[in-house]
């Protein structure tokens, strides 16, 4: 078990959970693309680089949402206007769910037991010893949250605010939702990180920002596995990153220690 320090508090980080707790490219975006050949009757099957352009523009966070879309686009290629393409949309998330959860939603089989940890709970006693409050703001679903969280690392009850808590980002009432479990009223000056892998986490930070001004709100960008492929790929994605308001970069989450932390909060 982890536990969490009350006070006094350095800081406040709050993580996103995919591409930063846990390397989704071989589950949730390998759903996106089967989903998307599965609506497109087998004609197109989006390229990660694909769902990376698609992400970059920083309002898809949502993979059923994005998948819908790609197959949307798909279709236009090919002349056809979104009122002409049959898309259900719940048929879309069903076969999303049993491709990314499996067939029986009370029993996970599928992608999400292959995913690998890019966080291990030694790292969040760090950040516990060293007056750093920590929590979670996904746009995974809670009951894929709690997977990775409490049965894959053994968090007990962990902050959380999940799909079902708040609306997507790059809207902030998640973000600060989650900041104001962490924290007590006499400390909301509290420096705040947020560390994600999207532009759209980025966003998300600064409308943060702007909604709560009165306190310093600092984003980290994590390259998730995937876009480390190549040093250039990398530096792209990092590029991205930074012009949607990335404070830093990181090639790992771990790498955010509260040394690191005390760094970003003094700059």
């Not at 059923?64 to 879309?69: A, F, L």
């Not at 006693?125 to 409490?150: I, K, M």
């Not at 250039?232 to 590029?239: F, G, H, K, T």
Request: with cysteine; hydrophobic share 40%.
């Amino acid at each position: 078990m982890v536990t969490q320090l009350a006070n006094p508090l350095l800081a406040i980080a709050v993580f996103d959970i995919d591409g930063v707790v846990r390397d989704v490219s071989g589950s949730y975006r390998r759903a996106i693309a089967d989903t998307v050949e599965q609506f497109t009757a087998g004609a197109y099957r989006p390229t990660p680089d694909d769902i990376d352009v698609l992400k970059s523009e920083g309002i898809w966070n949502n993979d059923w949402e994005g998948s819908q879309e790609l197959v949307y686009r798909y279709f236009e290629r090919q002349g056809q206007m979104r009122s002409q393409v049959s898309l259900d949309y719940d048929q879309l998330v069903a076969w999303f769910q049993s491709r990314y959860r499996g067939p029986d939603p009370d029993n996970f089989t599928g992608y999400i037991c292959q995913e690998p940890l890019l966080m291990q709970p030694p790292y969040l006693q760090s950040l516990t010893q060293g007056d750093v409050a920590w929590g979670f703001f996904s746009g995974a679903t809670r009951g894929s949250a709690n997977y990775v969280l409490e049965n894959r690392l053994g968090l007990q009850a962990p902050v959380l605010i999940a799909m079902e808590d708040a609306p997507g980002k790059p809207d902030p009432t998640g973000l600060l939702a989650t900041v104001q479990q962490l924290e007590t009223p006499s400390k909301s000056s509290t420096p705040v990180i947020y560390v994600g892998d999207t532009v759209a986490d980025m966003h998300t930070v600064q409308k943060a920002k702007a909604a709560v001004f009165s306190r310093a709100w600092m984003g980290v960008g994590i390259l998730p596995p995937h876009v480390q492929k190549t040093p250039e790929y990398a530096s792209n994605y990092a590029e991205k990153l930074k012009a949607a308001g990335a404070d830093i970069v990181l090639p790992n989450v771990e790498q955010l220690t509260v040394e690191a932390i005390q760094s970003l909060i003094r700059t």
